[in-house]
Each structure stands twice: as C-alpha cells, then as structure tokens.
C-alpha cells in the first residue's frame, strides 16, 4: 500500500513538473520577450507587414563597439536592427546565432529598419 502511495505522489509530481515546462520557450531575453508569428524580410522590404512585428534569422554582422545594432538575415534577406532605444545591447551574441526579434519599423532614408523592444536567443 506505502509504495502505491509513493508511486502516486511521485507521479503527480512529474505531471506537476512537466505541466510547468510546458509552453515556455527556452533561451535568453533581453528587453521585452518578442511575441507573434515571425515575418520574412522580404516582406518588410516590400511594406507588406504592420510596422509592429517579429523576425526571426541569424546576427550576420554587429556593430564592432557598442553592439547597439546588428543584422539579421533569414532566407530571404537581410534588415538592420537598432537595439539602442530597448536599452541593451548584442555583444554576447556571437554572430551566426538564431534569435528573434521584435519592434517597430521605422525608416532611415529609405531603408527600413526594426526599432526593437525585445530578442531572444
């Protein structure tokens, strides 16, 4: 009866466990956790997405002093991201690393380019 009751308790503790993990994504944030279906670059470019969204690809290039801004890539091209206004920076990113990213289109003459508020990596 005693290990029928261990067994039960035991088990109602990795259902507990289990429950918890479920639905979190892994990983580091900085500033607020990107949220949303992530969008392609492509379509940034062409104006086809609400200025508020999420991308997700690879940092392929950051800024060399203060990692105030970085590139990201995915598979149809590549955006600057400006990390200066979300208060952090992307030093500790190492390039070629899968993150995604949320914030607000804004233009720099022509060029798009994502005012993040969050990222994850």
């Known amino acids: 009866m005693r290990i029928k009751q261990n067994i039960f308790a035991l088990s109602i503790c990795l259902a507990a466990l289990a429950a918890a993990g479920c639905g979190?994504?892994?990983?580091?944030?900085?500033?607020?956790?990107?949220?949303?279906?992530?969008?392609?670059?492509?379509?940034v470019r062409e104006g086809?997405?609400?200025p508020n969204l999420t991308l997700r690809g690879a940092v392929v290039e950051k800024c060399p002093t203060a990692g105030c801004w970085f590139l990201?890539?995915?598979?149809?091209?590549?955006?600057?991201v400006d990390t200066k206004s979300a208060g952090f920076v992307v030093t500790a990113i190492p390039?070629?690393?899968?993150?995604?990213?949320?914030g607000k289109i804004v233009?720099?003459?022509?060029?798009?380019?994502?005012?993040a508020t969050g990222l994850r990596y």
Do not use: F, H, N
Not at 24 to 32: D, H, I
Not at 72 to 80: E, N, P, W
Not at 95 to 102: D, M, P
């Open 107 to 115: 233009y720099e003459g022509s060029e798009p380019v994502l005012e």
């Open 72 to 80: 990201i890539a995915d598979r149809t091209g590549a955006l600057k």
């Open 95 to 102: 390039l070629q690393r899968e993150v995604t990213v949320s």
């Open 24 to 43: 979190k994504q892994k990983g580091t944030v900085l500033g607020k956790a990107p949220s949303g279906e992530p969008q392609a670059v492509l379509a």
């Open 48 to 50: 086809i997405t609400p």
